[in-house]
């Protein structure tokens, strides 16, 4: 065979080789594009730049949002907002996360177990106290890194309530009686269908002294404050965001771009941050936020 047409042979060989390899190459490119574009969680962590939006509304609650006559009212389930910070924290193209409150409290287990979750959160957490942030919300707010509000935001109300509702006088004139069959003095503690004794109210009041010192302690050792100074602004009252920054209850007082801006600073962001999760924001009235009705909560 002819020298030439073996060389000739060969070349040909060897742009097959060059083509197939090229075409592979372009067909993985495109799943990766694909991939890309479908979920942006792909992106490599070092592109990160995002800072994420989680909602904090309505009724701190452990359970799901009660409803009535009007309608389901909104809530912030904690076990949602334990899922958003742990997405948070897994995304790497978050650096950071803002939340966005607007409560006036909830529960005390609740509330608690809220200010566990931002605490533990690895990523740096700015806490953004918008109508309302008080009570319960303001407890669960200080497990952040930062807290910022609007200068008229409502805060503080540092306090537990207890609220027992007796029946007894109206199943009296109704005519109504109800027949009680205990073991244990104290198991109907609060019962509605009786007047409360002085010893069960004792009783009653301990417990709620207990919480008591539990979230002036909290909140003391949360904000780098003395348990003795925060216990002395600690009476149930209700704070605007510009008296709760000169008491240390807040760090910075500004609107929900500045709180966005602040956690892209502490997440290391260069550049203009992208929202995530701008679109879950929601406002509730003032009205939704103090009307909700729990047996013991955080005072409001």
């Known amino acids: 065979m002819a020298p030439h047409v073996t060389g000739e042979r060969s070349m040909k060989t060897r742009w097959k080789v060059l083509i197939t390899i090229g075409a592979f190459v372009l067909f993985l490119l495109a799943i990766v594009g694909t991939v890309l574009l479908v979920n942006e969680a792909f992106v490599m962590p070092f592109m990160g730049n995002r800072v994420a939006i989680i909602p904090i509304k309505g009724d701190i609650t452990l359970e799901g949002c009660g409803s009535s006559i009007f309608g389901t009212y909104q809530c912030a389930r904690v076990s949602t907002i334990k899922k958003s910070l742990r997405e948070a924290d897994g995304d790497p193209t978050v650096r950071a996360v803002v939340l966005d409150i607007n409560s006036g409290g909830g529960s005390v287990v609740a509330s608690r177990e809220l200010m566990r979750a931002i605490k533990n959160t690895s990523k740096p957490v700015v806490a953004w106290i918008g109508e309302a942030g008080a009570s319960g919300a303001y407890y669960a707010a200080t497990g952040a890194d930062r807290i910022m509000a609007e200068r008229d935001s409502l805060t503080g109300s540092i306090g537990v309530i207890m609220i027992v509702r007796h ?4 199943y009296q004139k109704l005519g109504i009686n109800v027949t009680v069959i205990k073991a244990g003095k104290s198991k109907d503690i609060g019962s509605p269908y009786r007047e409360m004794t002085e010893e069960e109210k004792e009783e009653l009041k301990e417990m709620i002294n207990q919480i008591y010192h539990d979230f002036v302690s909290d909140v003391a050792k949360n904000r780098n404050l003395s348990f003795s100074y925060v216990e002395n602004i600690s009476d149930g009252t209700l ?3 510009s008296k709760a920054k000169e008491l240390g209850l807040i760090d910075e007082v500004g609107g929900i771009d500045d709180a966005i801006q602040l956690a892209a600073e502490l997440g290391g962001i260069e550049g203009e941050p992208v929202v995530k999760g ?3 924001r929601e406002e509730i009235s003032i009205l939704d936020l103090f009307t909700r009705g ?4 955080w005072a409001e």
């Open 167 to 170: 029946y007894y006088g109206l």
């Open 239 to 241: 704070y605007l965001g």
């Open 278 to 280: 701008e679109e879950a």
């Open 294 to 297: 729990v047996r013991l909560k």
